[in-house]
């Protein structure tokens, strides 16, 4: 059974910082893309930020120079730390693997995100 599980939401100020974590079982991360994405109230779902392999990364306009998407194979895990949070961040984050030659897509339960200004 493939399972991703995310973890570090809570409740922040405006400026601080959290540190997401993305945990597979079942699969193997490092042979995915695994992406951020995060729900606004109100909103649809958005890719927050991706990473290919252990450096090729992307970010969405509204987070580059604050958050910072990274792997550790040895964990099987994906880390989101976001810096310079912003009421507007507030969201529930979702982790997503994607293999990179079968495209099976897997989707984790998500993590709420508070940034009170």
């Known amino acids: 059974q493939v399972l991703l599980v995310e973890s570090g939401g809570g409740l922040v100020q405006a400026g601080g910082s959290l540190r997401l974590s993305c945990a597979a079982s079942g699969l193997i991360l490092g042979i995915h893309i695994v992406s951020w994405h995060r729900q606004r109230p109100g909103k649809q779902r958005e890719l927050v930020a991706s990473?290919?392999?252990?450096?090729?990364?992307s970010y969405a306009d509204s987070v580059k120079g604050r958050f910072a998407i990274s792997r550790d194979n040895t964990k099987n895990s994906v880390y989101l730390q976001m810096n310079s949070l912003k009421p507007e961040d507030t969201a529930d984050y979702y982790c997503?693997?994607?293999?990179?030659?079968?495209?099976?897509?897997?989707w984790g339960q998500g993590t709420q995100v508070t940034v009170s200004s």
């Open positions: 990473i290919v392999g252990s450096d090729v990364t």
């Open positions: 997503r693997a994607e293999h990179i030659i079968i495209r099976s897509q897997y």
